[in-house]
């Protein structure tokens, strides 16, 4: 005959592991997430996208201020448009069916920061943009002018037209394929797969610590 005696209160111990496995999980999970987003980060830095970019992703974790069996962290890019796109490398075509417009250093810079628009450009220079078709290669809207001290194309000062030139100041394209610079799933995949081993070694260091 086999005897079984429980010593201690089965209750108690029950709800002490099950708290030592809340603990777990979600420290766990909680060390995922925040991993994560700082290999997130660090690939978007070594891709040369910039410290800016990286910093939009973020990490939140579920329940908040509480463990649980069921915890849960999501991370995610506050500019998931641009950082999408450099996940995928996808095939950018312009919305209206013409032309993509791709501005030359000539261009110099938009007055908001960023790139330049052919209008925005036209009105600050007081000069217009010629269209030139090229059936190999980009076609051209060029400015007939002169490049100034920092390479940018600007109105000639001379009155014989001395030093006149044509500056290519946008670059006409139909379509450009973005080329694909960080592979976000990799990342995501090996965080995941740690998680299992993580849960365990948290849960028996939580009982003997």
Do not use: C
Not at 120 to 145: C, D, H, K, Q, T
Not at 165 to 190: E, G, M, S
């Amino acid at each position: 005959m086999i005897r079984l005696e429980v010593l201690g209160d089965i209750g108690a111990m029950m709800a002490a592991e099950i708290m030592a496995g809340e603990r777990a999980v979600t420290k766990a999970v909680g060390d995922a997430g925040t991993g994560l987003k700082t290999a997130w980060r660090g690939q978007i830095i070594s891709a040369g996208l910039g410290q800016r970019l990286a910093r939009t992703i973020r990490v939140a974790q579920y329940p908040k201020g509480k463990p649980s069996l069921n915890a849960a962290a999501l991370v995610w890019s506050q500019a998931p448009v641009v950082v999408g796109a450099h996940d995928t490398g996808p095939l950018i075509r312009s919305r209206n069916g013409f032309w993509l417009v791709i501005p030359t250093p000539a261009a110099g810079k938009s007055a908001r920061g960023g790139r330049i628009t052919p209008g925005e450009w036209e009105r600050r220079r007081g000069m217009r943009l010629r269209f030139i078709y090229r059936p190999r290669g980009p076609s051209l809207l060029v400015a007939e002018g002169r490049l100034n001290a920092r390479g940018v194309g600007v109105a000639s000062r001379s009155k014989t037209g001395r030093g006149l030139t044509t500056v290519p100041i946008f670059l006409l394209v139909p379509q450009v394929k973005l080329r694909k610079r960080l592979d976000l799933n990799r990342d995501a995949k090996a965080a995941l797969d740690r998680i299992p081993r993580t849960i365990v070694t948290n849960w028996v260091e939580g009982k003997t610590g």
